[in-house]
């Protein structure tokens, strides 16, 4: 009895062993799994609670305006993407001629089948926080690159270029 007592932190708590069940303070024997599975259970709602959670080393706010950003282009809703772009793309061309590029780029490469992420790279400078995501893209009738580069305002992520290159657009 007096080696148990040695092991004990406090007087009500016993120190669990690992390799298998230890007796508790009312006399019952409790697992190890089950404590293995509250800690699991702590681990998952704290990741999940994660706002900031990086994917692909990706700030998650980027990968947020990314993942929209990809969908409009898709979808074909090229006025909504260019209206919540960035100020330098909405410098850089008129609404028509936006449209005008993606009419050119649908017809001559056709629809995407498959994007594989090619890099990421987070740049911050004393003003910016930008990032760049290339992909090698499958289209119907023809293989690109496909790069993407998008600023963070006033803790907001916007596209501010898109860039398709193919053999295709030659």
Known sequence: MISKERLRLDRTKQRHSLSGFSRLSAGKA?????VRRRSRKSFVFSFACNQGARRNGMPGGAQAALDAAIADI???????????AADE????????????????????????????LQGVNEEQTGTAHSVFVAYQT???????????TLVERDKRWYLARYYVTSTALK
Do not use: C, I
């Not at 409790?30 to 089950?34: L, S």
């Not at 898709?74 to 919540?84: F, K, S, V």
């Not at 909405?90 to 490469?109: H, M, P």
């Open 74 to 84: 898709d979808a074909g809703r090229y006025e909504r993407l260019y209206n919540e």
């Open 138 to 148: 499958s289209f119907d009738r023809s293989d690109g690159m496909e790069t993407f």
């Open 30 to 34: 409790k697992p190890y799994r089950t």
């Open 89 to 116: 793309w909405r410098r850089e061309s008129t609404l028509d001629q936006s449209r005008a590029t993606f009419a050119t780029l649908r017809e001559k490469l056709g629809k995407v089948h498959a994007r594989n």
